[in-house]
T-cell receptor, first 115, second 111 residues
Framework: NAGVTQTPKFQVLKTGQSMTLQCAQD?????MSWYRQDPGMGLRLIHY???????DQGEVPNGYNVSRSTTEDFPLRLLSAAPSQTSVYFC??????????????FGPGTRLTVL | SQQGEEDPQALSIQEGENATMNCSYK?????LQWYRQNSGRGLVHLIL???NEREKHSGRLRVTLDTSKKSSSLLITASRAADTASYFC???????????WGAGTKLIIKP
């Protein structure tokens, strides 16, 4: 199993550009989530999904969209990039739909810089 | 909002010594999880301890949970250079699908 994969590993955007961060898992996990990690801070939840077709907002959803058309994929879209979105983004998955009650499996992260 | 707060923020010890880091949280929880993050990498799950458990072991790791004090500790015994990493606690509440994370403890093991 590849586990949780994320692409790209690095990305530089200009303010106002849009892009999609890709996340895929091959463990048939129901719960998937996106976090951002900023220096000196813990992870902050952006959006999460408890199954295909079901998404919800986390702590910091503004400026981001998600969709979950399949169990495997959970892309994160930045609508109009801003310098405040410069961060490292992690995708995670867990087996059960209760998500937070279960072990999280993380991808390697995407380091995004917005100029 | 951050539920978990790790203490200390940074810890530097000699190889072979034991390392202890603590996590405090504010509201009642369903479980508490510890993760390790090597520099520039994704997080790796270490231990999950449920609210009705007081202690769990995994290899050189020992986690305790005191729900009356709303705190947990992670002990790494006989530390190795490879244990150099940041360690995070995350808490799960019954009524919520979300994990709330602390800011982490940065552990440096000196050879």
């Amino acid at each position: 199993n590849a586990g949780v994969t994320q692409t790209p590993k690095f990305q530089v955007l200009k303010t106002g550009q849009s892009m999609t961060l890709q996340c895929a898992q091959d463990m048939n996990h129901e719960y998937m989530s996106w976090y951002r990690q900023d220096p000196g801070m813990g992870l902050r939840l952006i959006h999460y999904s408890v199954g295909a077709g079901i998404t919800d907002q986390g702590e910091v959803p503004n400026g981001y969209n998600v969709s979950r058309s399949t169990t495997e994929d959970f892309p994160l879209r930045l609508l109009s990039a801003a310098p405040s979105q410069t961060s490292v983004y992690f995708c995670a998955s867990s087996k059960s739909t209760s998500g937070s009650r279960d072990t999280q499996y993380f991808g390697p992260g995407t380091r995004l810089t917005v100029l | 909002s951050q539920q978990g707060e790790e203490d200390p923020q940074a810890l530097s010890i000699q190889e072979g010594e034991n390392a202890t880091m603590n996590c405090s949280y504010k509201t009642s929880i369903n479980n508490l999880q510890w993760y390790r993050q090597n520099s520039g990498r994704g997080l790796v799950h270490l231990i999950l301890i449920r609210s009705n458990e007081r202690e769990k072991h995994s290899g050189r790791l020992r986690v305790t949970l005191d729900t009356s004090k709303k705190s947990s500790s992670l002990l790494i015994t006989a530390s190795r250079a490879a244990d150099t990493a940041s360690y995070f606690c995350a808490t799960s509440r019954d009524s919520n699908y979300q994990l709330i994370w602390g800011a982490g403890t940065k552990l440096i093991i000196k050879p």
